[in-house]
């Protein structure tokens, strides 16, 4: 049997849906159909250890085409055009060295810097993943993903949702791409078993300790400001509690900066970047997801998986997650007041915890086996590559 050469591109190897997806999925192709290749375009320190780690064991190539990525917002901005240009002629070198018969494009970052030159050539075959029902691209970045989207020979959304939204961005060519688009919902590892302990050891604090927390890129859009926010209110009226955030990224600092002006900085602690965030998420008392943007959340899958009721943002994407008022809540974006509320209930309210924490697992015994998963995007990459 001929083995599919397949490149993966994805922004970074941050250890977030995406990035997570993609290890989980490429861990579990046929050795005997698929060649692979990871490539990333930017360097993520110590943030990429888990997601390298997890591939190279399986003995999939990993490249980083990029340098490090930027730690500050003004250097972020100031890095994205030269950043852009290197990761497009990094990958083209990667496609070109082992020619590729596949690319994936695993998030909106790897469309932008490299969708572009695929879609203008007769090159690989393009599957290009959307996973953010929101369209950020503007201009001649929105006519760019046109073309990639276009020229792609799959796309896979992971909710029904993000599908028809995105798509709903380009009216003109919404039926014409339908036929092309496919549905292949997110999964989650089999839940591991972490030491009680681990987190709060660590922090410093009490066993009996609850704790609250997000896990993300910290990024303004993440919204983790109104998390810090509600943990102003809550200190008023709670005492056995504390915020924990976990990730990198340009807005970290200034999140410092603002715990320290709310005068919560002694109950908010950051972790990461070298760290598991599924091993800080299995420890919390409830998960918050205050980002409207974000698609579906692997991070609330490990929630669920591990009785941890969720707060999030409503949207339909997160109500098609939660069983709303069963194992988490929803709150309009930025509506602290709401989150406060929420959060105050789970935290005074022990019997409405209680049956929270049961409802989330239930709900997670319901996601797709990894297998399954795996086998799904197997046959989409031996469908296009024919």
């Known amino acids: 049997m001929t083995r599919r050469r397949l490149v993966h591109v994805v922004e970074s ?60 917002q003004n250097s972020e901005r100031r890095s994205c055009g030269d950043s852009r240009v290197a990761a497009t002629w990094g990958v083209r070198r990667f496609v070109a060295r082992d020619a590729a018969e596949i690319v994936h494009l695993w998030d909106d970052s790897a469309r932008a810097c490299v969708g572009p030159w695929i879609a203008l050539t007769n090159g690989p075959a393009i599957v290009y993943s959307l996973r953010n029902p929101r369209c950020d691209a503007l201009g001649l970045d929105r006519f760019l993903e046109r073309r ?80 810090l926010f509600a ?8 005492e056995d509690f504390r915020i924990v955030i976990c990730g990198d990224g340009p807005s970290r600092d200034d999140l410092r900066r603002f715990a320290t002006l709310m005068r919560i900085d002694e109950i908010t602690h950051f972790v990461g970047p070298a760290i ?11 998960y918050v997801a205050p980002a409207y943007w974000a698609g579906p959340a692997r991070e609330i899958g490990v929630a669920l998986r591990h009785g941890v009721p969720v707060v999030g943002v409503d949207t ?29 209930q789970l935290l005074g309210d022990a019997p409405v915890y209680d049956r929270m924490s049961s409802a989330a697992r239930e709900r997670a015994q319901g996601f797709s086996h990894p297998d399954e998963v795996a086998a799904q995007y197997a046959a989409i990459y031996d469908e296009v590559a024919r």
Not at 13 to 29: D, F, G, I, K, T
Not at 276 to 286: G, K, M, Q, R, T
């Open 231 to 238: 943990g102003a209110l809550l200190k008023l009226v709670h």
């Open 316 to 344: 339909p994407v997160r109500r098609a997650e939660l069983d709303v008022e069963r194992n988490g809540f929803v709150f309009r974006e930025h509506d602290q007041g709401a989150l406060t509320r929420h959060l105050h």
């Open 148 to 227: 990639t989207l276009s020229r792609a020979a799959a796309i896979i959304a992971n909710d029904p949702t993000v599908r028809t939204q995105r798509l709903a961005v380009h009216p003109r060519y919404q039926s014409q791409w339908a036929g092309k688009t496919r549905v292949v919902r997110d999964s989650i590892e089999p839940a591991k078993t972490y030491r009680n302990d681990g987190i709060r050891s660590a922090l410093g604090v009490p066993q009996s300790t609850k704790l609250i927390g997000t896990a993300c890129r910290l990024v303004p859009d993440a919204n983790v400001r109104d998390l």
């Open 13 to 72: 190897l941050e250890p977030w849906s995406a990035q997570r997806m993609l290890s989980l999925v490429a861990r579990r192709l046929p050795v005997d159909m698929f060649e692979q290749r990871v490539v990333a375009l930017h360097s993520a320190g110590e943030s990429e250890d888990l997601c390298r780690a997890e591939l190279l064991a399986a003995g999939i190539q990993v490249d980083v085409v990029g340098g490090l990525r930027a730690r500050s």
């Open 276 to 286: 598991d965030p599924d091993a800080v998420i299995s420890e919390l008392f409830a």
